[in-house]
């Protein structure tokens, strides 16, 4: 049986900084991208699947947000971020985020947390949901496993992909299961890696539309325009 994101990132929590210490290169181009195209003078943001919270309030620091909100399913990630003092922290998972009267500037849901979701509808489910906490002038900022990453698996092999997600359609193809390490644990696991026309016509489906796309390598961290060289990033609006 496959374990739960909850139960996973509750392991994962000890470890957390020495697992994303060890893609920093990505991260890093990630976050550059978020505050190089975030809007002007935001004053609030919601951090969505936040991990430990380290990132988000480092985010929330570059771009001089001072009212910040971290949610995560978890629950030991939970406690972690309750610790760095944010406005307000949820406990929930990014397709059941609530209805609220609140606002706000900036939305982040980094680090492929779109592909821990279970199915499509919970996607666009989560996507929906940020839409409605998201101010008239607010952007959105998401990064997603990209199935038709060649500077992953190779050119030959995302050829092929790309030819046969064409000719036949089917979004379950990007489903993976996986032994997922974790300290001394290993845990079985699913993630979903998505074409960039999947993730697309989820993104036009919850209602919102594309401002800038980018490709980052997993690996150096290097940026591209090119949708098959690197995890797909974007910015969305309403």
């Given at each position: 049986m496959n374990a739960s994101s909850s139960d996973i990132y509750d392991v994962l929590a000890?470890?957390?900084r020495e697992y994303a210490g060890k893609k920093s290169a990505y991260l890093s181009a990630v976050d550059r991208f978020i505050v190089d195209h975030a809007p002007s003078r935001p004053s609030s943001m919601l951090d969505v699947g936040s991990g430990d919270g380290i990132r988000g309030m480092a985010l929330?620091?570059?771009?001089?947000?001072?009212s910040v909100v971290l949610s995560d399913y978890s629950a030991e990630m939970v406690a972690r971020c309750?610790?760095?003092?944010?406005?307000?922290?949820?406990?929930t998972a990014a397709q059941e985020l609530p209805e609220t009267d609140r606002s706000f500037d900036v939305i982040t849901c980094l680090w492929n947390v779109m592909g821990h979701l279970p199915?499509?509808?919970s996607r666009i489910k989560a996507l929906t949901r940020m839409r409605a906490l998201l101010s008239p002038r607010g952007i959105i900022f998401f990064d997603v496993n990209n199935r038709h990453n060649a500077a992953a698996y190779g050119w030959v092999k995302i050829l092929g992909r790309i030819i046969i997600d064409t000719m036949q359609h089917d979004d379950r193809r990007g489903d993976a299961?996986?032994?997922w390490k974790v300290g001394d644990k290993v845990f079985p696991a699913m993630g979903h890696l998505f074409t960039p026309a999947e993730i697309e016509t989820i993104i036009r489906e919850s209602g919102l539309q594309v401002r800038e796309r980018i490709a980052v390598d997993y690996t150096s961290g290097m940026v591209s325009r090119?949708?098959?060289?690197g995890q797909l990033v974007y910015s969305l609006s309403l």
């Open positions: 000890l470890h957390y929330a620091q570059q771009l001089g947000i001072s309750r610790v760095l003092g944010p406005s307000d922290v949820w406990q199915d499509r509808l299961s996986f032994d090119s949708p098959l060289r």
